[in-house]
């Protein structure tokens, strides 16, 4: 019986679109059912969420030369490069969401060269994924073409933060094995809510999305 139902999720897994197979596997803590990813780690955790929230919300949303929608091409590059599921799909939601297209962030996934943004970007977020990889892996090369297609010091700083934070998050939900979606919408949500809101939390908690989880 465990070998038909290990063979079975072999064949599940080999199918290439990401929402055929929803792994039921439980998270390592108990977290809440309706609260998949990150966010119920935030719930789980408010006293630590609270300033990792503040962080995010300054890089990701405050005043920066950088576009909301670039910024978060970076957290989608980063996750992407780190295997996170969940923080892939939600930050390239948002991406889509803020640029009001998806061909970019599919784009920079596969290709960062041949992606559609400028030079100043395509160097910044090879930045990111040499971030991802190891801080040591940031080539001074890779800073030279930076500042040379426009990005100033305070870019390239931002750049590297967000790139460690987003490995922050990527092994914070997966260290913990928390639950994906049930529904692939629920993305689409979840984008919103970070475009309208932000990182801050909600006033009124996440109770009232039992409703739509």
Same mark, same amino acid.
Request: aromatic share 6%; charged share 20%.
């Given at each position: ?5 290990a ?16 792994? +039921?596997?439980? @998270?390592?803590? =108990? *977290?809440e059912?309706? #609260?998949?990813?990150i966010?119920g780690? $935030?719930?789980?955790?408010?006293? +630590?969420?609270? @300033?990792?929230? =503040? *962080?995010?919300?300054? #890089? ?5 030369? $950088?576009?909301e ?7 989608t ?7 996170c599921?969940f ?6 939601a ?11 962030a ?6 960062i ?24 892996s ?14 100033t ?8 933060l967000?790139a460690a934070?987003f ?6 939900v997966d ?11 629920y993305?689409d ?13 909600l ?7 039992k409703?739509?989880v």
């Amino acid at each position: 019986m465990l070998l038909a139902i290990a063979a079975l999720a072999i064949r599940c897994m080999q199918i290439p679109h990401p929402f055929i197979l929803i792994l +039921t596997f439980m @998270p390592h803590i =108990e *977290l809440e059912d309706h #609260l998949p990813g990150i966010t119920g780690l $935030l719930e789980y955790s408010k006293g +630590t969420a609270q @300033p990792i929230r =503040e *962080l995010t919300q300054f #890089l990701l949303r405050g005043p920066s030369t $950088l576009s909301e929608a670039e910024r978060e091409l970076i957290a989608t590059v980063v996750s992407y490069g780190n295997e996170c599921t969940f923080c892939t799909t939600a930050h390239t939601a948002a991406a889509d969401l803020l640029a009001g297209e998806s061909q970019t962030a599919a784009s920079v996934k596969q290709n960062i060269e041949t992606a559609p943004v400028s030079e100043k970007m395509k160097a910044l977020l090879t930045i990111a994924s040499q971030t991802r990889q190891s801080g040591k892996s940031v080539t001074p090369d890779a800073v030279k073409r930076a500042k040379a297609a426009g990005a100033t010091d305070v870019e390239i700083h931002d750049t590297v933060l967000i790139a460690a934070l987003f490995c922050l998050y990527n092994r914070y939900v997966d260290g913990l094995g928390t639950a994906l979606p049930s529904e692939p919408g629920y993305y689409d949500v979840l984008a919103g809510r970070l475009v309208d809101h932000g990182y801050t939390r909600l006033p009124q908690g996440y109770d009232h999305l039992k409703k739509v989880v």
